[in-house]
């Protein structure tokens, strides 16, 4: 959506709240020893008591209320009772939901507990790549160019990006136009990003695949070579300079 009037600035800002500080709650929560439903019952709480609704739920009837991935699950995994947290998990949280008809997306990778298997570079970089991103976003830059600068980032550390996974337009619904913000230049792609719009900015970085494949639950997403993946997200409004990000409360960059 492009916000026309204060009050689309208002309801996106009361949705983006509820969903980042959802995620943030979640992410302390979160424990070894608890299952990925428990965790995902516990997000759902909070959305709940805001009034908000389950973006994925609502939209495609996924079979939990947040995205929960674990390890080598790279995205929109099941929450289910058999997943029991360990020390030293990659787990990524994705939380999307609805308010008043106003939509808004945050998501956020990190290591359970103690870093036993080294995962906790990867996340630092999918964070530090995320931040340089966005703050590169205004009024008339390139959608590709900002693929591109996030592309050469992962290179430079080391990583790869997932090329069929990126952020899209949001806030009258979950997924809008600009869809398709990949994480690699796109030459075909002569889009620009248009002050005033809201759209949700999202890394896919990760150690050793390029494509998400999706697995035989229908649902989650994997490495089509393996590895590991972190993903960090924002919704966002672009200004004529600095942008305003609405989900900033997740403190994801603390």
Request: hydrophobic share 35%.
């Amino acid at each position: 959506m492009s916000i026309t009037k204060e009050s689309e600035l208002v309801g996106m800002k009361k949705v983006s709240d509820v969903v980042a500080y959802t995620l943030k709650e979640m992410k302390y929560f979160a424990k070894p020893g608890i299952s990925t439903k428990q965790l995902d019952e516990y997000g759902a709480k909070i959305l709940q008591g805001f009034g908000a609704n389950s973006a994925p739920y609502k939209t495609y009837k996924f079979p939990g209320w947040t995205c929960i991935s674990v390890d080598n699950e790279f995205c929109h995994g099941i929450p289910s009772a058999n997943r029991i947290l360990k020390e030293g998990n990659l787990i990524n949280i994705d939380v999307s939901a609805e308010l008043n008809g106003f939509w808004s997306d945050n998501g956020a990778s990190f290591v359970l507990g103690e870093d036993k298997f080294g995962h906790l570079k990867l996340v630092d970089a999918s964070k530090k790549i995320l931040k340089k991103t966005v703050s590169n976003i205004k009024d008339g830059v390139r959608i590709s160019d900002i693929g591109h600068l996030i592309e050469t980032e992962a290179y430079r550390l080391g990583y790869k990006v997932i090329k069929n996974l990126g952020g899209h337009g949001i806030g009258r619904s979950l997924h809008e136009q600009p869809d398709g913000i990949l994480n690699y230049k796109n030459r075909f792609d002569r889009r620009h990003f248009k002050k005033n719009m809201v759209v949700a900015i999202e890394t896919f970085i990760s150690t050793l695949s390029t494509y998400a494949i999706e697995n035989n639950d229908g649902w989650t997403l994997v490495g089509n070579k393996g590895g590991f993946m972190a993903q960090h997200e924002h919704t966002i409004v672009v200004t004529d300079n600095k942008p305003i990000i609405l989900t900033e409360k997740n403190e994801i960059w603390d």
